[in-house]
Nanobody, 122 residues
């Protein structure tokens, strides 16, 4: 069993930056591909970024390419999402997930965190 805890969310002005962290406990993350998803009010959960187990390959949604960077530190059992040039439309609850390398199939993920709120003001 893997427990995931996100942190680093908050309120930021448009153009600002935030760094989200996802810390795992229970089992090592090093064998799991990981991803970040987000869900805005009234919208479906959408994939933002994914990273393979070693960190050598990444995927990004078109809406965040060039602004967000996913990374991982397997020694610290932690995955990160660096978010730069934030826009009001990035406002959502951000979730980390473990178990797949896919930005669409949420059912492919075995473990989810509880989410952290990111609010970008204009």
């Amino acid at each position: 069993q893997v427990q995931l805890v996100e942190s680093g969310g908050g309120l930021v002005q448009a153009g600002g930056s935030l760094r989200l962290s996802c810390a795992a406990s229970g089992r090592t993350l090093s064998t799991y591909p990981m991803a970040w998803f987000r869900q805005a009010p009234g919208k479906e959960r959408e994939g933002v970024a994914a990273i393979n187990w070693s960190g050598s390959n990444t995927l990004y949604a078109d809406s965040v390419k060039g602004r967000f960077t996913i990374s991982r530190d397997n020694a610290k059992n932690t995955v990160y999402l660096q978010m730069n040039s934030l826009k009001p439309e990035d406002t959502a609850v951000y979730y980390c997930a473990a178990g797949s390398y896919d930005l669409v199939a949420t059912t492919a993920y075995s473990y989810w965190g509880q989410g952290t709120q990111v609010t970008v003001s204009s």
